[in-house]
T-cell receptor, first 119, second 114 residues
């Protein structure tokens, strides 16, 4: 089956620093990848849609200058949390939608998540 | 729209019994629905999906029912096992601005009592 990986799996950083999270589709190409944030005992909230070769589309209320997304290849998207603060501590999950011949699958495959703790 | 709460609804089921998890979705334009299972500290895992032109779909031990009239989705798990303990999310998928957008429901925690 399709596999999506995330790196790192967990990270602890100091307030004010930036953290980069990678999302990779291991055995398929993905024109579109998605970034979600999940707080404890809550649902996944879509933050942004990452499109290969173009700018990401951010959901309402998500600061694009704080959460930088780069989708440089068909298998890699990165999310950088800039100037992180304790309130950014959360579980960040990516997903990827396989693309083939210009068509994008409805189905999304999710990564294992990255636990970010900002001290 | 999306509803998010601080406390997940919990369903406790005896091992071997059937489980039914319900979900109300918000957008009548959604055409594809998915159930995900999420274990603690892990990403969501696909269980079963259904398109809007169907009202029932069966998998191995799982059945999804879709009622478009009342915008309701349910997941039935037969002969529930301890390994089924997790949080279950329904998700609605809609084409928005040329790309697929998935909106997750609140989630239900399933506890299987051995």
């Amino acid at each position: 089956g399709a596999v999506v990986s995330q790196h790192p799996s967990r990270v602890i950083c100091k307030s004010g620093t930036s953290v980069k999270i990678e999302c990779r589709s291991l055995d398929f190409q993905a024109t579109t990848m998605f970034w979600y944030r999940q707080f404890p005992k809550q649902s996944l909230m879509l933050m942004a849609t990452s499109n290969e070769g173009s700018k990401a589309t951010y959901e309402q209320g998500v600061e694009k200058d704080k959460f930088l997304i780069n989708h440089a290849s068909l298998t890699l998207s990165t999310l950088t949390v800039t100037s992180a603060h304790p309130e950014d501590s959360s579980f960040y999950i990516c997903s990827a939608a396989p693309s083939s011949g210009g068509a994008i699958s409805d189905e999304q495959f999710f990564g294992p998540g990255t636990r970010l703790t900002v001290l | 729209g999306e509803s998010v709460g601080l406390h997940l609804p919990t369903l406790s089921v005896q091992e071997g019994d059937n489980s039914i998890i319900n979900c109300a979705y918000s957008n009548s334009a959604s055409d594809y629905f998915i159930w995900y299972k999420q274990e603690s500290g892990k990403g969501p895992q696909f269980i079963i999906d259904i398109r809007s032109n169907m009202d029932k779909r069966q998998g191995q031990r799982v059945t999804v029912l879709l009622n478009k009239t009342v915008k309701h989705l349910s997941l039935q798990i037969a002969a529930t096992q301890p390994g089924d303990s997790a949080v279950y999310f329904c998700a609605e998928n809609m084409n928005s601005g040329g790309y697929q957008k998935v909106t997750f429901g609140t989630g239900t925690k399933l506890q299987v009592i051995p």
